[in-house]
């Protein structure tokens, strides 16, 4: 059975929606600020607040929002492989035939969707993410300070995205095996 005829199952479009819609919040927040910014912007925040400054500048203003317009565009695509990726189980001798080192195939359609669902999510927490340094970003005073929620904020909605997909890279792999050793019996 050729891998041509494998018909994947449908793109999660209602979770790459999210992802751009905040994407799109994201430029129109940053449009309507942009005029108010102070000549030096926040470049780099650390442990002690910012500590690295930049000249006001389209670029610098919308590093953020560049960035994640990038990572949107590559998880979108990635999850798109993920779910054209013919399942091991659906083989005709239920193992890849080609492997790229360090990847692998979903072991299910399922597996496939869910791993497609999750890499989209943590799309959506990298936005977040990158919104709430932008509230720190887009302040309209020059201020060094850093309210403690941003040490939050920023790295737990990353976290929880990257959490899930591990969660479910993991549930996969554990179908695979329950599969493969269901098919040696």
Known sequence: MPEASYD??????AWLAAGVSLLAGMTAWGIAVY??????IPRHIGGSGVDAWADKSVGAAFMLV???AGVTALLS???AMVLRATPTAEL??????????????????????RMAVALL?????????????????WRTSVESEVPWWF????????????????????QDRREGNRLRAAART
């Open 8 to 13: 994947p199952p449908r793109y999660p479009r």
């Open 35 to 40: 005029p108010s910014l102070p000549d030096r």
């Open 66 to 68: 560049f960035v994640y």
């Open 77 to 79: 695509v990635t999850a």
């Open 92 to 113: 005709p001798d239920a193992e890849p035939r080609f492997v790229v080192a360090g990847s692998q195939r979903p072991a299910t359609r399922t597996g496939a969707r």
């Open 121 to 137: 999510v943590t799309n959506f927490g990298i936005g977040l993410s990158f919104a709430v340094g932008n509230l720190v970003q």
């Open 151 to 170: 040490f939050v904020g920023m790295p737990a909605p990353i976290a929880a995205g990257a959490g899930l997909t591990v969660v479910v890279g993991l």
